[in-house]
């Protein structure tokens, strides 16, 4: 079946860095979701995406949709303590189904 | 988006009990998922829960484990049956927007099993 494979697996930064990370498929899909999710919570989405090659922010937040439509790349700009979290991507194909795949997560400390 | 809501939010069960979740949209809803996520792992589909019909389940998850009901567009519900230890997880209940194409979650049953 689909794996989504997601890097780094936990990022220690420190407040006021830049983060980036991103997520890759072996196949296509046709949707990317950005979610984030703090403990003892449910994830919540960030940013959707549904065009290869579209960039689009949400505050200090820009995900790109990758133009083989085999990734997708979230980037957080001056990162501050509440970004703490795992971040999660999630793909669908659309292919005759409306399930989403998600990615292993990436989880985000900042070092104080 | 939508407001969902979850009961129970937590609960520790014995070995062998079955536990209900129910999940409770705001707004009317064409799809709705139940998903497992294990301590420290990502989230599974367990199964999408149809309006008028029986529940599409994922491999490795089966009715007579997780049944699930979808009376009206509104409201599902997750059993968790003979629960054991390895149950123990955060379940989470998810809505598709017809035509929307995102997804959103509710803020999850953490399950624990002795």
């Known amino acids: 079946g689909q794996q989504l494979n997601q890097s780094p697996q936990s990022m220690f930064i420190q407040e006021g860095e830049d983060v980036s990370m991103n997520c890759t498929s072996s196949?296509?899909?046709?949707?990317w979701l950005w979610y984030k999710q703090d403990p003892g919570e449910g994830p919540v989405l960030l940013i959707a995406?549904?065009?290869?090659?579209e960039l689009t922010s949400n505050g200090r937040l820009t995900a790109q949709f990758g133009i083989t439509r085999k990734d997708s790349f979230l980037n957080i700009s001056a990162s501050i303590p509440s970004d703490v979290g795992i971040y999660f991507c999630a793909g669908r194909s659309n292919f005759g189904n409306e399930k989403l795949t998600f990615g292993t997560g990436t989880r985000l400390t900042i070092i104080p | 988006s939508a407001v969902i809501s979850q009961k129970p939010s937590r609960d520790i069960c014995q070995r062998g009990t079955s536990l209900t979740i129910q999940c409770q949209v705001d707004?009317?809803?064409?799809?709705m998922f139940w998903y497992r996520q294990q301590p420290g792992q990502s989230l599974t589909l367990i199964a999408t829960?149809?309006?008028?019909?029986?529940?599409?389940?994922e491999s490795g998850f089966v009715i007579d484990k997780f049944p699930i009901s979808r009376p009206n567009l509104t409201f599902s519900t997750l059993t968790v049956s003979n629960m054991s230890p390895e149950d123990s997880s955060i379940y989470l209940c998810?809505?598709?927007?017809?035509?929307?194409?995102?997804?959103?979650f509710g803020p999850g049953t953490r399950l624990t099993v002795l």
């Open positions: 707004s009317q809803v064409t799809m």
């Open positions: 196949s296509i899909f046709n949707t």
């Open positions: 829960a149809n309006q008028g019909s029986e529940a599409t389940y």
């Open positions: 995406l549904y065009k290869a090659g």
């Open positions: 998810s809505v598709d927007f017809s035509g929307k194409d995102t997804q959103y």
